[in-house]
C-alpha cells in the first residue's frame, strides 16, 4: 500500500496516481482539504508491554491501515477544512487546529519511507536553512542578506554593481480574499530606496542581481537528477523571476548537468534529509550556475510535458521500490 498526502486540486499528483494505476499499483490517496467531510479516521492504542497502534483511514469505497504503508508521498497537503455546520468563528478554528494536529500525528507516527518527511520538509523550506547548507556544500551564491535592517540594504547595494533583488522569505503569497497576490523576485528600482525604511517592517531576502542568460530547474528524485533549461523569448534573462512570464514566452530544452554539480545536488538534498528538491539556479553571462533556491515540493508536470523528462516514472519507481 502506498499512501499520498495531498489535496483535491493537485493535478500534478493525479499524473503519479494515473501512473500506479497503469501498473496495478495499490494507493491511497488522502486530500487533506476533504477531512473529515469525506474521510472517517481512527487511531486505537493498546496497551501491555508492547503497546500497539492501529489506523484506519475510510473514504468511500476504500479502507487503508497505515501499518500495512510502506511508502508515503507527501506530496501537497493544506489544511483541513471544517464543516460549515460549525458556524461560530472561535469554534470553527478550534476544530480545523484539532483536525490538523490529529492528522499531522498520524503521519508522524507512520512507520514507513516517505518521499519525503514533513519534519524535514518544514525545516527545508526555511530559506535561511537552504543557503546556510548550500553556501558550505560550495555552491555559488549570489551576494545576499536577509534582514529588517534598511543599512545592510543599502550596503549591500553599494557592494552589488548590477543591482539587486527582492524576494519572500517562505511562501511568496498574500491571499486578502479579495484579490490574492503572488509575489515574485523583484528588482528594486532607484525610486524604491525612497522607502527604504519601510524594509524595517519584516525581514525579507535582499541579493545580488544576476545578469543572467537563463535559468535552470534540476530537479532531484531519490538518487536521479533531471534538469532543464528555461530561456525566455528574447534570448536572455533580464527578468528576475521567470514563474512572472507566460509559458509561451519561454524555451524549456533538456540540460546537461556538470557531474560535480549534479553530485552537489544530490548532496543538498540529502543534506536537507529529503528524497526530492527541485532547485532553481541562474546561469550567468559566464557560464556559472548560480543557485538561488530549493522547494522541497516544487512542480514539475510542466517541465516533464515540454522536455520528456520522466519525472513521473522516476516518483513511481521510487514509491514502488520502497514499498
Same mark, same amino acid.
Given at each position: ?7 483535491s ?12 494505476i497503469?501498473r ?12 473529515p ?20 483511514l475510510?473514504t ?11 511508502s508515503?508521498? !507527501? ?8 464543516? $460549515?455546520? %460549525?458556524?461560530e /468563528? +472561535?469554534?470553527?478554528?478550534? *476544530?480545523?487546529?484539532e ?10 507516527s507512520?512507520?514507513?519511507?516517505w ?37 545592510k540594504?543599502?550596503?549591500l ?22 484579490k ?12 524604491? !530606496? ?8 519584516? $525581514?525579507? %531576502?535582499?541579493? /545580488? +542581481?544576476?545578469?543572467?542568460i *537563463?535559468d ?14 528555461i530561456?525566455g ?24 548537468l556538470p557531474?560535480?554539480l549534479?553530485?552537489a545536488?544530490?548532496e ?7 528524497e ?9 553571462r559566464?557560464?556559472?550556475h548560480?543557485?538561488?533556491e ?10 516533464e510535458?515540454l ?17
Open positions: 500500500m502506498i499512501l499520498i498526502v495531498t489535496n486540486e493537485d493535478a500534478t499528483a493525479s499524473l503519479v496516481t494515473d501512473e500506479l497503469r496495478g499499483v495499490e494507493f491511497f490517496r488522502v486530500d487533506t482539504d476533504r477531512f467531510s469525506d474521510y472517517a479516521a481512527t487511531a486505537s492504542f493498546g496497551s501491555g508491554r508492547k503497546p500497539t497502534m492501529e489506523t484506519v475510510c468511500t469505497g476504500q479502507r487503508a491501515i497505515l501499518g500495512d504503508v510502506r508515503v508521498w !507527501y506530496r501537497r497537503p493544506v489544511r483541513p477544512i471544517v464543516s $460549515p455546520e %460549525i458556524q /468563528e +472561535a469554534v470553527a478554528g478550534f *476544530a480545523s487546529d483536525t490538523y494536529e490529529f492528522l499531522r500525528g498520524l503521519w508522524l507512520c512507520d514507513s519511507y518521499l519525503s518527511h514533513p519534519e524535514a520538509i518544514r525545516i527545508a523550506e526555511r530559506k535561511v536553512v537552504q543557503l546556510n547548507i548550500a553556501s558550505r556544500l560550495g555552491f555559488e551564491i549570489p551576494q545576499t542578506v536577509v534582514t529588517n535592517d534598511p543599512d540594504v543599502i550596503e547595494r553599494r557592494m552589488c554593481h548590477n543591482g539587486i533583488v527582492v524576494k519572500p522569505l517562505y511562501i511568496g503569497f498574500v491571499d486578502d480574499r479579495q490574492p497576490l503572488s509575489i515574485y523576485t523583484n528588482r528594486l528600482a532607484d525610486e524604491d !530606496y525612497d522607502q527604504i525604511e519601510t524594509v524595517r517592517l519584516a $525581514p525579507s %531576502i535582499y541579493q /545580488e +542581481a544576476i545578469d543572467k *537563463a535552470l530547474r534540476v530537479t532531484v528524485v531519490g538518487k536521479r537528477v533531471f534538469s532543464a533549461r530561456d523569448a528574447d534570448g536572455n534573462g533580464e527578468t528576475p523571476d521567470w514563474r512572472c512570464l507566460d509559458l509561451k514566452e519561454l524555451t524549456h530544452s533538456v540540460y546537461e557531474a560535480d549534479e553530485r545536488c544530490l543538498l538534498v540529502s543534506s536537507l534529509k529529503l526530492f528538491g527541485a532547485i532553481d539556479f541562474a546561469i550567468d559566464n557560464g556559472q548560480i543557485f538561488l530549493v522547494n522541497a515540493n516544487g512542480q514539475w508536470g510542466w517541465i510535458k522536455t520528456g523528462l520522466p519525472i513521473t516514472t522516476a516518483i513511481a519507481d521510487l514509491l514502488i521500490s520502497n514499498d
